[in-house]
């Protein structure tokens, strides 16, 4: 199973993770914020609050928003 071991907040909506296979990349998340869990999140000042959950082992914010890591690094720029 996949997991994201660390995010770092870059800039408007990009991150750049870390998963436990090696894979490490930068994600535009600003697509994704849709939905009424995820839209709270096109606030920058709320989306740079990521952290890491520890028990799902992926990226999460306080009000429960969470992605999957397999969707995260399916999601992964490419550069």
């Known amino acids: 199973m996949l997991h994201v071991i660390s995010v770092s907040y870059i ?3 990009y991150l750049e993770l ?3 296979d090696g894979t490490k990349g930068i994600i535009n ?3 994704h914020l849709k939905g ?3 839209e709270p999140h096109q606030d920058k000042n ?5 952290t890491i959950d520890e028990e799902l082992q992926t ?3 306080s009000n429960g928003a969470d992605f999957a890591p397999e969707f995260l690094k399916a999601n992964l ?3």
């Open 77 to 79: 720029d490419s550069a």
């Open 29 to 31: 998340l600003y697509p």
């Open 36 to 38: 009424s869990i995820f």
């Open 46 to 50: 709320l989306f740079n609050k990521v």
């Open 11 to 13: 800039d408007d909506y």
């Open 18 to 20: 870390v998963f436990d």
């Open 59 to 61: 990226i999460s914010w």
